[in-house]
Structures are given as C-alpha cells and as structure tokens.
C-alpha cells in the first residue's frame, strides 16, 4: 500500500527508503533496544543477497514497529496535527498478514480508530473506522502481487527498495548478527559511496533461517542513531488463516467502488492526470543521488503567488503545500532563488521559477541540477 496517496506532496520531499509506512498508531520501542549477538555460522554478503533473492515466503504474520526521527523544522503550526510534522515524526505500529502473492493484509491503528487494507485475490478492500468509509476496487485479470500498488509496507518491502540501489555506487558488507523478535540475524549493511547522499548507511538484518527481513534502518551521515527505522518485535511464518483475508463491511458503513484498473498516479499537488495526460516530472542522476524535478503550475514560490508572509500562513492554509513551502527559508545563487527545506535524509528546493526538486541528497546537488 502507497500510505502516502493521499498526501501525495510528500512523494517529492522523502526519500524513497523512507515513505513506506510513515503514518500509524504509537507503539513502544523497547524491543528495538540491543540484545546480545548471536553467535552464527559466517557469511559473507554476497551470501547474504543470494539469500535475499531465493527465499521463499509462503506465509508470515506479526507486528511491525516504525520510527522516524528526519529532524524535519517545527512546521506543526502550518499542517496541524495530522499534517507533514505529525507523519514524519514519532513512533507508529501495525499488524501484518501475508499468505502468497495475492493476500496480504494491513492494520493500521491508533488510539481514535483503525484502517486496514486488505487484498484478498483480485479484490482490494479498504477501511476506515474513524470515517466509518470502506472502498472496494476489483483488479484486473492477472495482476501479480508486485504490480498492486495497494500493498502494504514491510521491512522486506523498504529492503528491496534500498536493494535495487545496490550499483557501483554502493559499498556492501557485513555487519554484526542481531536477534530481532526474538529471530537470531545476519546484517548487511549498504553504503552510498557519492558524497552527496545524506544517507550514510542502509542497515538489514535478515532472518538466519528464513532469510526474510525482519528490521530496516536508515542512517543519517554524522548520526549513531537511525533516523528511519522499522522492525518486526513479533514474528510468525504459519499462514495466516483465509479469514484474515475476508473482509464484510460492517453495517453503516459508507462503500464505494471504484472503476477496475491501475490508478494514475498522483501528481505533487495531489492531483491525478486525465487519461493520456502525463504529469511533468523528470528524475536526473541515479542510485543513492536520484533528485526528482516536478514542474508545478504558475510561477513564482508558493508565498510569493499568495502573497502570505513567510513563517506566517493565511487561514484555511493548513495542509496546503504551497503555504507550508512558502514558510520556508529563502536561498539565492547562480541558479536563481527559491526555498529549502532540510531534514536528516532529505533535502527539497522549490524555485520560484515554479519547480520542484528533491532527493536524498545534500542541498548542493539541488543547486545543481536547478542550474542545469
């Protein structure tokens, strides 16, 4: 599942490692503090990554616990509370059920409700109980599980992504063993050799026996301690029972279905594009240092068209991306003028020429590729 398609700004201004599951209910991370290493047989990794790639996952479920720290600036004022500061902080929780590449499950909770989403075949359900709204949406025949975009985030699922990185530019090696609920653990461990990633390792531990992730850390360059981090702190490979799979909306709730099909995917204001309308964006460099360059319509930073004082949005600017770019500082150079906001794994440049550009990378490179 994208949790951010409803929030699609956010698709520009985190780097991908980072936008699986950032949004939820609280949890302790208690289970995430360090237990003794496990003394396991040695591996290397390329070991390890032939491990990733032939495991064979025929049924999981269990708990996940997400944190990230992205030391993004106080922007709880422009969003409110359940903006960009409240998912980008703190510490969230979910349940997971998987039985092959068509039925997986999530359950994303907090204290004022539930959503779940829920595949089940070629039906893809989800709800809200704080809406108390469900949707249903019927895929199209021959759907493999990897082509949904509906499906749920894992540690498995942020480590392929971090893996498909894996090029000349990054470095890979070992790391010590872990134990991770209660699973001993090798590490692999990947590092971006381009400086100008803000990313300073990508840490794996991957189930000894089953080969299967079982946590994902993100490390920041200059910080011990990971910014992004998600873990299982309660494991099972039994598959789940086909009722996990089976969703009856319960009564009063509002459904709507919609029409069979991909979903165009959203633009950087929200908005889907008409079918043979392509949103103008572009990606420039590759690997660890990809910066994103999406064009938004009219000219100028967003403040300037408003006409809103910087720091200060105008009311019924909560939520509103432009006001919370707008608020941001001011920088200059050869390339020309814009905001910039910066956070530990990501930085993002809106020109007032009306572009905007983001990565993981320093603000540097964005200076860059806005000059080029």
């Known amino acids: 599942m994208s949790v951010l398609k409803s929030r699609p700004v956010l698709r520009w201004l985190v780097p991908v490692t980072a936008v699986a599951t950032v949004i939820g209910g609280g949890a302790a991370l208690g289970t ?4 003794a290493e496990p003394s396991l047989p040695p591996r290397t990794a390329a070991q390890l990554l032939v491990d990733l790639q032939t495991s064979r996952l025929e049924g999981l479920s269990g708990t996940v616990v997400q944190r990230a720290d992205l030391g993004l600036p106080p922007l ?13 902080t703190g510490t969230h929780t979910l349940r997971v059920w998987h039985s092959g590449p068509d039925r997986q499950r999530i359950a ?7 959503q779940d989403v829920i595949r089940n075949g070629r039906d ?3 709800w809200n109980s704080r809406s108390n709204t469900a949707t249903h949406r019927t895929l199209p025949e021959g759907t493999a599980g990897g082509e949904t975009p509906e499906l749920p985030a894992t540690p498995g699922e942020a480590a392929d992504r971090a893996l498909a990185a894996i090029g000349p530019s990054t470095e890979v090696s070992v790391g010590r063993s872990a134990t991770v609920a209660g699973r001993d653990a090798y590490e692999l461990v990947l590092a971006p ?23 994902f850390e993100v490390f920041a360059d200059g910080s011990d301690k990971p910014a992004f981090e998600m873990a299982f702190t309660q494991v099972s490979y039994a598959r789940p029972d086909a009722d996990q799979f089976t969703f009856n909306p319960p009564p009063g709730v509002k459904v709507t279905e919609e029409t069979a099909g ?3 995917p959203a633009d950087a204001r929200g908005k889907r594009p008409a079918d043979g309308e392509r949103p ?4 420039v460099g590759e690997s660890w240092a990809t910066v994103v360059v999406a064009r938004l319509d009219g000219a100028g930073a967003p403040a300037d068209r408003a006409g809103a004082t910087p720091g200060r949005p105008s009311n019924g600017s909560a939520g509103d991306p432009a006001a919370l770019l707008g608020a941001l500082p001011k920088v200059s150079g050869d390339w020309g003028s814009g905001r910039l906001l910066t956070g530990k794994l990501f ?16 603000p540097e490179r964005l200076y860059e590729v806005a000059r080029g």
């Open 32 to 35: 995430f503090a360090a237990q």
């Open 76 to 88: 709880a004022n422009l969003v409110g509370g359940d903006g960009l500061a409240g998912l980008l």
């Open 108 to 114: 994303l909770t907090d204290t004022l409700g539930e």
């Open 124 to 126: 893809v359900w989800t």
């Open 193 to 215: 050799r381009d400086a100008a990633s803000l990313v300073h390792q990508v840490r794996i531990a991957i189930d000894a026996r089953e080969h299967v992730p079982l946590r």
């Open 262 to 264: 991909r979903r165009q």
């Open 280 to 283: 103008d964006v572009r990606t």
């Open 347 to 362: 930085s993002a440049l809106l020109t007032d020429d009306g572009r905007l550009i983001a990565g993981a990378v320093t």
